[in-house]
Protein backbone atom coordinates (compact mmCIF):
# COMPACT_ATOMS: atom_id res chain seq x y z
CA UNK A 1 0.00 0.00 0.00
CA UNK A 2 0.91 3.73 -0.20
CA UNK A 3 3.25 4.84 2.55
CA UNK A 4 5.49 8.04 3.44
CA UNK A 5 7.24 8.21 6.11
CA UNK A 6 9.15 10.76 7.09
CA UNK A 7 12.26 11.16 9.89
CA UNK A 8 15.17 13.27 10.74
CA UNK A 9 12.86 15.56 13.22
CA UNK A 10 14.05 16.40 16.71
CA UNK A 11 15.60 19.05 18.91
CA UNK A 12 17.67 22.01 17.06
CA UNK A 13 19.57 24.94 18.10
CA UNK A 14 18.20 28.30 16.66
CA UNK A 15 20.54 28.87 14.01
CA UNK A 16 21.55 25.12 13.00
CA UNK A 17 20.89 23.15 10.21
CA UNK A 18 18.41 20.19 9.99
CA UNK A 19 17.66 17.22 7.09
CA UNK A 20 14.32 15.75 6.73
CA UNK A 21 13.48 12.08 5.11
CA UNK A 22 10.49 10.95 3.31
CA UNK A 23 10.62 7.66 2.16
CA UNK A 24 7.71 6.41 -0.07
CA UNK A 25 6.88 2.80 -0.74
CA UNK A 26 3.53 1.33 -2.64
CA UNK A 27 3.60 3.40 -5.88
CA UNK A 28 6.25 4.47 -8.41
CA UNK A 29 7.91 7.25 -7.01
CA UNK A 30 8.96 8.96 -10.57
CA UNK A 31 5.50 9.50 -11.48
CA UNK A 32 4.49 11.48 -8.59
CA UNK A 33 5.08 15.02 -6.88
CA UNK A 34 6.08 15.46 -3.66
CA UNK A 35 5.48 18.19 -1.33
CA UNK A 36 6.39 18.91 2.48
CA UNK A 37 3.78 20.98 4.47
CA UNK A 38 4.16 21.96 8.54
CA UNK A 39 1.88 22.55 11.13
CA UNK A 40 3.12 24.62 13.85
CA UNK A 41 1.79 23.82 16.84
CA UNK A 42 -2.27 24.56 17.40
CA UNK A 43 -1.76 26.50 14.02
CA UNK A 44 -3.20 25.45 10.66
CA UNK A 45 -1.16 23.95 7.64
CA UNK A 46 1.75 25.59 5.73
CA UNK A 47 2.71 24.75 2.11
CA UNK A 48 6.51 24.54 2.12
CA UNK A 49 7.72 23.25 -1.09
CA UNK A 50 7.52 20.78 -3.61
CA UNK A 51 9.73 18.26 -5.86
CA UNK A 52 8.96 17.45 -9.48
CA UNK A 53 10.92 14.75 -11.22
CA UNK A 54 8.71 14.24 -14.44
CA UNK A 55 8.20 18.17 -14.80
CA UNK A 56 12.11 18.95 -13.41
CA UNK A 57 11.13 21.62 -11.21
CA UNK A 58 11.33 22.62 -7.59
CA UNK A 59 9.04 25.34 -6.00
CA UNK A 60 9.15 26.87 -2.27
CA UNK A 61 6.71 28.93 0.15
CA UNK A 62 8.33 32.50 0.33
CA UNK A 63 8.79 31.89 4.14
CA UNK A 64 11.11 29.64 3.60
CA UNK A 65 12.96 30.32 0.35
CA UNK A 66 16.65 30.34 0.21
CA UNK A 67 16.86 28.74 3.81
CA UNK A 68 15.30 25.54 2.41
CA UNK A 69 15.66 22.99 -0.36
CA UNK A 70 14.26 20.44 -1.09
CA UNK A 71 15.68 16.85 -3.34
CA UNK A 72 14.63 13.73 -4.28
CA UNK A 73 16.94 10.70 -4.57
CA UNK A 74 15.18 8.24 -7.08
CA UNK A 75 17.31 5.46 -6.57
CA UNK A 76 16.17 5.45 -2.85
CA UNK A 77 12.86 6.36 -3.38
CA UNK A 78 13.32 9.05 -0.88
CA UNK A 79 12.64 13.09 -0.55
CA UNK A 80 14.88 15.54 1.81
CA UNK A 81 14.09 18.71 3.17
CA UNK A 82 17.51 20.53 4.10
CA UNK A 83 16.53 23.41 6.31
CA UNK A 84 19.20 25.96 7.30
CA UNK A 85 19.23 28.83 9.75
CA UNK A 86 16.25 27.37 11.76
CA UNK A 87 14.62 29.73 14.44
CA UNK A 88 12.04 29.22 16.45
CA UNK A 89 9.21 30.33 14.02
CA UNK A 90 10.28 27.24 12.03
CA UNK A 91 8.93 24.89 15.25
CA UNK A 92 6.31 22.15 13.51
CA UNK A 93 5.15 19.29 12.56
CA UNK A 94 6.66 18.50 9.21
CA UNK A 95 4.62 16.17 6.75
CA UNK A 96 5.51 15.20 2.92
CA UNK A 97 2.48 14.21 0.84
CA UNK A 98 1.89 12.89 -2.30
CA UNK A 99 0.70 14.52 -5.92
CA UNK A 100 -0.64 12.90 -8.60
CA UNK A 101 0.88 14.99 -11.85
CA UNK A 102 -0.96 17.85 -12.71
CA UNK A 103 -3.44 17.53 -10.14
CA UNK A 104 -3.83 21.22 -8.69
CA UNK A 105 -1.53 20.02 -5.87
CA UNK A 106 -4.31 17.48 -4.84
CA UNK A 107 -2.49 15.57 -1.61
CA UNK A 108 -3.88 12.31 -1.53
CA UNK A 109 -1.54 10.09 0.30
CA UNK A 110 0.08 11.97 4.03
CA UNK A 111 3.13 10.57 6.25
CA UNK A 112 2.09 10.85 9.83
CA UNK A 113 5.04 13.68 10.29
CA UNK A 114 8.14 14.05 11.91
CA UNK A 115 8.36 16.92 14.78
CA UNK A 116 10.99 19.77 14.51
CA UNK A 117 11.47 21.69 17.67
CA UNK A 118 14.39 24.73 17.46
CA UNK A 119 15.17 26.02 20.73
CA UNK A 120 18.38 26.91 22.88
CA UNK B 1 -2.08 35.44 5.98
CA UNK B 2 -3.37 32.67 4.36
CA UNK B 3 -3.87 33.25 0.39
CA UNK B 4 -7.53 31.06 0.96
CA UNK B 5 -9.67 32.41 3.38
CA UNK B 6 -12.24 29.74 5.91
CA UNK B 7 -14.35 30.74 8.71
CA UNK B 8 -12.11 29.66 11.44
CA UNK B 9 -15.23 27.79 13.20
CA UNK B 10 -18.70 26.66 12.48
CA UNK B 11 -21.12 24.39 14.48
CA UNK B 12 -24.06 22.50 14.29
CA UNK B 13 -26.53 19.81 15.91
CA UNK B 14 -25.43 16.01 15.23
CA UNK B 15 -27.80 15.20 11.93
CA UNK B 16 -28.02 18.76 10.72
CA UNK B 17 -26.24 20.18 7.98
CA UNK B 18 -23.02 22.49 7.79
CA UNK B 19 -21.01 24.38 4.68
CA UNK B 20 -17.48 25.72 4.88
CA UNK B 21 -16.67 28.33 2.88
CA UNK B 22 -13.16 28.82 1.10
CA UNK B 23 -12.73 32.05 -0.72
CA UNK B 24 -9.61 32.85 -2.80
CA UNK B 25 -8.80 34.69 -6.24
CA UNK B 26 -8.03 34.21 -9.68
CA UNK B 27 -4.29 33.16 -9.40
CA UNK B 28 -5.97 30.19 -7.16
CA UNK B 29 -9.26 29.22 -7.12
CA UNK B 30 -10.26 30.82 -10.34
CA UNK B 31 -8.03 28.66 -12.10
CA UNK B 32 -7.68 25.59 -10.52
CA UNK B 33 -9.39 22.64 -8.56
CA UNK B 34 -10.00 22.83 -5.26
CA UNK B 35 -9.06 19.97 -2.68
CA UNK B 36 -10.60 19.60 0.77
CA UNK B 37 -9.01 17.59 4.29
CA UNK B 38 -9.87 16.78 7.09
CA UNK B 39 -7.77 16.60 10.04
CA UNK B 40 -9.06 14.81 12.97
CA UNK B 41 -7.54 15.66 16.29
CA UNK B 42 -3.58 14.52 17.02
CA UNK B 43 -3.79 12.55 13.16
CA UNK B 44 -2.29 13.69 9.81
CA UNK B 45 -5.05 15.36 6.99
CA UNK B 46 -6.95 13.47 4.92
CA UNK B 47 -7.71 14.24 1.49
CA UNK B 48 -11.65 14.56 1.82
CA UNK B 49 -12.76 16.01 -1.69
CA UNK B 50 -10.84 17.05 -4.74
CA UNK B 51 -11.33 18.13 -8.37
CA UNK B 52 -13.80 20.35 -6.62
CA UNK B 53 -16.87 18.04 -5.91
CA UNK B 54 -15.03 13.96 -6.16
CA UNK B 55 -14.41 11.63 -3.32
CA UNK B 56 -11.62 9.33 -3.06
CA UNK B 57 -12.63 5.37 -2.43
CA UNK B 58 -13.74 5.54 1.19
CA UNK B 59 -15.38 9.48 2.08
CA UNK B 60 -19.11 8.69 2.30
CA UNK B 61 -21.79 10.58 0.29
CA UNK B 62 -22.32 12.99 3.31
CA UNK B 63 -19.43 14.86 1.94
CA UNK B 64 -19.77 17.06 -1.34
CA UNK B 65 -17.86 20.02 -3.04
CA UNK B 66 -18.59 22.79 -5.36
CA UNK B 67 -16.69 25.44 -6.93
CA UNK B 68 -17.24 28.44 -8.42
CA UNK B 69 -15.44 31.78 -9.73
CA UNK B 70 -12.96 32.29 -6.89
CA UNK B 71 -14.75 30.42 -4.36
CA UNK B 72 -15.19 27.06 -2.94
CA UNK B 73 -17.62 25.19 -0.23
CA UNK B 74 -18.01 21.55 1.32
CA UNK B 75 -20.94 20.68 2.50
CA UNK B 76 -21.18 17.85 5.23
CA UNK B 77 -24.87 16.28 5.84
CA UNK B 78 -26.19 14.25 8.39
CA UNK B 79 -23.58 15.21 10.92
CA UNK B 80 -21.86 13.19 13.28
CA UNK B 81 -19.89 13.35 16.68
CA UNK B 82 -17.21 11.65 14.89
CA UNK B 83 -17.12 14.98 11.80
CA UNK B 84 -15.48 17.09 14.63
CA UNK B 85 -12.32 18.05 13.22
CA UNK B 86 -10.38 20.86 10.98
CA UNK B 87 -10.91 21.66 7.55
CA UNK B 88 -8.64 23.26 5.11
CA UNK B 89 -9.14 24.25 1.74
CA UNK B 90 -6.01 24.03 -0.73
CA UNK B 91 -4.91 24.44 -4.27
CA UNK B 92 -2.24 25.83 -6.32
CA UNK B 93 -1.50 29.36 -7.00
CA UNK B 94 0.20 30.51 -10.14
CA UNK B 95 1.25 33.79 -9.13
CA UNK B 96 3.09 32.48 -5.82
CA UNK B 97 3.55 29.17 -7.46
CA UNK B 98 2.95 27.45 -4.47
CA UNK B 99 0.87 25.77 -3.00
CA UNK B 100 -2.01 27.43 -1.05
CA UNK B 101 -4.04 26.50 2.10
CA UNK B 102 -7.11 28.28 4.06
CA UNK B 103 -6.37 29.26 7.51
CA UNK B 104 -8.78 25.62 8.37
CA UNK B 105 -12.51 25.74 10.37
CA UNK B 106 -12.86 23.56 13.50
CA UNK B 107 -16.03 22.12 13.26
CA UNK B 108 -18.20 20.84 16.30
CA UNK B 109 -20.89 19.52 16.55
CA UNK B 110 -22.97 20.23 19.15
Known amino acids: QVQLVESGGGVVQPGRSLRLSCAVSGFNFNNYEIHWVRQAPGKGLEWLAI????????HYADSVKGRFAISRDNSKNTVYLQMSSLTAADTALYYC?????????????WGQGTLVTVSS | QSALTQPPSVSAAPGHQVTISCSGS????????VSWYQQLPGTAPKLLIYEDNKRPSGIPDRFSGSRSGTSATLGITGLQTGDEADYYC???????????FGGGTTLTVL
Open chain 1, 97 to 109: AREPPRSDCRLDY
Open chain 2, 26 to 33: SSNLGAHY
Open chain 2, 90 to 100: GTWDDSLRAGV
Open chain 1, 51 to 58: TSYGRGFE
